[in-house]
């Protein structure tokens, strides 16, 4: 067994034994839904339901209901596209690379971060799909055989790269959340007595024995989709900047979007697993595997993501000065004073200024105060992508197009449906899915157990 200092904080707290462990993990599942779980559930459920119909009104009227004009072809939905791509990154960095870098604490939170970041992509595709105005044709996106005609994708645009990268990182972060929940399937049909449940889980657990045969497989796949995971997480986002890097307008057409959005997409990911698992912790009553010392370490992550954001966002105003392209210095003037400033300073109030507030211990430790910081952060990404499209379209290169953009009634309902959509299928999956990896957790209670540490083992 690994051994750990004695001045590392414990990972779990209590006296806790291995039969703890499992009895708190799946409670959840066996027995009925608390209060705090049917309110949240209630609240996203009707949300998901608004959503629906104005996505239903969306498809059966077409796009132009939307605030989209002739100057401004694309903004809410790819705001909302980006958005949502950038929080599913944290769930695969988590599981993937702290994976590979041993890091301890990602065991408490690495389920849910996985699961996040499937129910994220899945809301980013509906943008995706439906700003085409046609989205019964979006597998033309896709190569197609010769018997549908001469159409052939252009592999030069990077709307297509989007797509291969989009649909590879979903489905290789799809299969590592899968692989993960196996054993902890098998741990639930092993205690299930109900036939129904029991004999669903049996087929989850794919004839899980847990024998050593299968921890050793077990291991080395999760290694393998580890490794092929990890550049994933740095290439999808990037591919998704280039969508805007390769345009001519100013304010896109630049080499930093690349790591600016990378950094950016971690940052906002993070933010959202904090908002995420101290709903949980608090309806599920988890509070002895995800204590304050994971929420340290991750909020020290958004001090360093959020930093380097900030560092982004000077240099693109050094750049625009020092090039002496006043196109390029209009841009970002345009963004600071003009229509648009108030989301301006509001990404720059919500990225730069709120994630600093992390340096005070007193306020990274407080539970309050991280809940708080991580929707405002949120908050701040999304106007982050929205400053990024919208006032760039609105003041192009000729000032007879110029115009303003409003989103109407249904873009609202379409984005904050794609929310209760997400908390929906989050809160489904914490009901009947095990939240944290029981059995990768088991492995570290000897070695960062309170308990045990004070028993010297």
């Given at each position: 067994?690994?051994?750990e200092s004695e001045i590392r904080e414990p990972l779990i707290i209590g006296n806790k034994s291995y039969k703890d462990i499992t009895d708190d993990i ?81 065991m408490a939170i690495n389920r849910s971060a996985e699961a996040m970041t499937i129910f994220a992509v899945m809301c980013a595709a509906i943008f995706v ?291 209760g959509m997400f908390f929906t299928f989050f809160l489904l999956f914490a009901r009947f899915f095990p939240v944290i990896a029981q059995s990768e957790l ?16």
């Amino acid at each position: 067994m690994h051994q750990e200092s004695e001045i590392r904080e414990p990972l779990i707290i209590g006296n806790k034994s291995y039969k703890d462990i499992t009895d708190d993990i799946i409670r959840p599942i066996q027995g009925k839904a608390n209060k705090y779980w049917w309110i949240v559930f209630t609240l996203a459920a009707t949300t998901f339901t608004w959503g629906i119909c104005c996505l239903a009104y969306t498809i059966g009227t077409g796009i132009g209901v939307w605030g989209s004009n002739n100057g401004v072809d694309w903004a809410w939905d790819i705001t909302n596209f980006v958005w949502w791509i950038g929080i599913g990154h944290a769930g695969t960095l988590i599981s993937a690379v702290l994976l590979l870098f041993r890091q301890k604490w990602r065991m408490a939170i690495n389920r849910s971060a996985e699961a996040m970041t499937i129910f994220a992509v899945m809301c980013a595709a509906i943008f995706v799909t439906l700003h085409t105005g046609r989205p019964w044709l979006d597998y033309w996106l896709f190569p197609l055989p010769n018997q549908f005609g001469s159409l052939w994708i252009n592999f030069n645009s990077p709307l297509v790269w989007d797509v291969f990268a989009v649909s590879t990182y979903f489905s290789v972060s799809l299969v590592f959340w899968y692989t993960g929940l196996i054993p902890d399937f098998a741990t639930i049909r092993d205690r299930m007595t109900k036939p129904l449940a029991k004999k669903i889980y049996s087929i989850l657990s794919f004839g899980w024995s847990g024998r050593a045969k299968d921890w050793t497989r077990f291991e080395e796949v999760s290694l393998v989709l580890a490794g092929l995971s990890t550049p994933l997480v740095f290439s999808v986002h990037s591919i998704v900047s280039t969508d805007f890097a390769t345009a001519v307008l100013p304010g896109w057409h630049t080499t930093i979007f690349p790591p600016y959005f990378v950094a950016g997409a971690v940052f906002s990911g993070f933010a959202m697993v904090l908002t995420l698992i101290l709903i949980m912790r608090k309806v599920f009553s988890l509070e002895s595997y995800i204590n304050i010392k994971h929420i340290e370490y991750m909020n020290i992550v958004i001090i360093i993501t959020g930093s380097i954001v900030g560092v982004a966002y000077l240099t693109e105003l050094f750049m625009s000065w020092y090039s002496g392209v006043e196109y390029e210095q209009y841009a970002f003037l345009n963004r600071a004073t003009g229509p648009y400033w108030w989301a301006y300073w509001s990404m720059m109030t919500c990225n730069v200024i709120s994630p600093q507030l992390f340096w005070f211990k007193k306020i990274r430790t407080s539970l309050i105060a991280t809940f708080i910081l991580s929707i405002v952060v949120n908050i701040g990404m999304w106007f982050e992508r929205f400053v990024i499209i919208v006032p760039t379209l609105c003041r192009t290169f000729t000032p007879s197009t110029w115009n303003m953009y409003h989103p109407t009634f249904i873009d609202i309902g379409i984005f904050v449906g794609t929310i209760g959509m997400f908390f929906t299928f989050f809160l489904l999956f914490a009901r009947f899915f095990p939240v944290i990896a029981q059995s990768e957790l088991k492995s570290i209670l000897k070695s960062s157990g309170s308990e045990w540490k004070k028993k010297g083992h």
